[in-house]
């Protein structure tokens, strides 16, 4: 669309003419305004165009059910899988560039074992260590998962 903008853009700029009394800008925006109105007059609609609105079938409970319908429920689905693609990508940064005890501390620190977060002082607790070493293995520890998921 901005490519055909711009082609109005430059025929307005070479056929102005200022002797006729038009400003350039009125003048270039009704070129642009006209190209982008011969763009669409040019494209025809095949058979394989498609409209959101289009009604594609009629529902279980007789009603028309249109396109948009059915993407709109689809769009959750499509959050799902990126979280859940996300959440792969985490895991195996995991597994691949954290020792074991900074594994053991970011899985219990952020639930990721299917368990609630817990605190750096439960954390401590549990592994036998200080709450301020717990807060020095998570900060390198989530320093190398930044670097690993930015590769």
Known sequence: MISIGTIGLIKGITTFDASKGARLATYAARCVENEILMYFRGQKKSAQDVSLSDYIETGTDGAALSLMD?????????????????????????RSCLTEQEREVVVLRYGLNGKPPKRQREVAIITGISRSY????????????RKELEE
């Open 70 to 94: 059915v993407v709109s429920e689809d769009g959750d689905l499509l959050e799902q899988v990126s979280s859940r693609e996300s959440a792969e990508q985490l895991h195996r940064a995991i």
């Open 134 to 145: 717990v807060s020095r293995i998570e900060k390198r520890a989530l320093q190398k998962l």
